[in-house]
């Protein structure tokens, strides 16, 4: 846990927002997405953007996908165990809303154009998926839906989890983007003196959140 001896910041963690701090009403915000997880260390940040994703009214269906890579992470670092109901294992509750998909299934609904999917976040996204992604090479589902992202100009979120980073990780980094992707890396903020691991993760998922177009109530915003 990280501790201070106090905080100035205004996020309300399982609390309605005060009317005040109601955000402001987009005209087309995201409402069907694309959630997977890799093998990289950081479930917290997924658990925490299930969360969210699951409590927001404007989103309706998420699809997600799970590595299995993925799987051995969130078992280590979750207390997660098998491959079913992985959604309903994270968020400790069944939902309605979110759906999981086999990285197996290649010919799943995201694996096509033609499905409405807003946008998709990758989190955390290991380096070989980031690899696999910035090259084209769609064998698993995750990765072919990464690319139907990228064709159909679709937000694709990649938040990159690794370090140090070598040149290669750069490189693809920099092909991802150039592809269209956005590289969102998983690097929490300390500004706002998070008083716990969940805090911090609830924070980083807040902007990433915001920057699909589903921005939080509860986020913590820099007053100067």
């Known amino acids: 846990m990280l501790k201070t001896p106090y905080c100035f910041w205004s996020l309300s963690v399982g609390r309605a927002p005060s009317r005040a701090n109601q955000v402001r009403a987009l005209p087309n915000p995201p409402q069907n997405l694309t959630i997977a997880t890799t093998g990289a260390s950081g479930s917290i940040f997924l658990r925490r953007l299930l969360q969210a994703v699951d409590r927001d009214p404007r989103v309706r269906t998420a699809n997600f996908i799970a590595s299995d890579s993925a799987l051995r992470v969130m078992a280590e670092e979750l207390g997660l165990r098998g491959r079913s109901n992985l959604a309903g294992q994270v968020l400790g509750h069944a939902s309605r809303k979110i759906r999981q998909q086999s ?5 799943a609904n995201v694996a096509s154009g033609s499905y409405p999917s807003d946008a998709m976040i990758v989190i955390p996204c290991s380096v070989g998926t980031l690899a696999r992604i910035a090259n084209g090479i769609a064998s698993h589902l995750i990765e072919r839906a990464a690319d139907v992202c990228l064709k159909e100009k679709r937000p694709l979120v ?14 693809n980094m920099y092909r991802a983007a150039d592809a269209g992707a956005i590289v969102f890396p ?7 003196r998070p008083a716990t691991l969940d805090q911090m993760a609830h924070e980083f998922v807040c902007r990433i959140l915001a920057h699909i177009g589903l921005p939080q109530a509860d986020a913590y915003r820099w007053k100067g």
């Open 103 to 107: 990285n197996a299934d290649i010919g």
């Open 186 to 192: 998983l690097i929490p903020a300390y500004y706002f």
């Open 158 to 171: 990649l938040c990159v989890r690794e370090t140090p980073l070598n040149k290669i990780h750069i490189r």
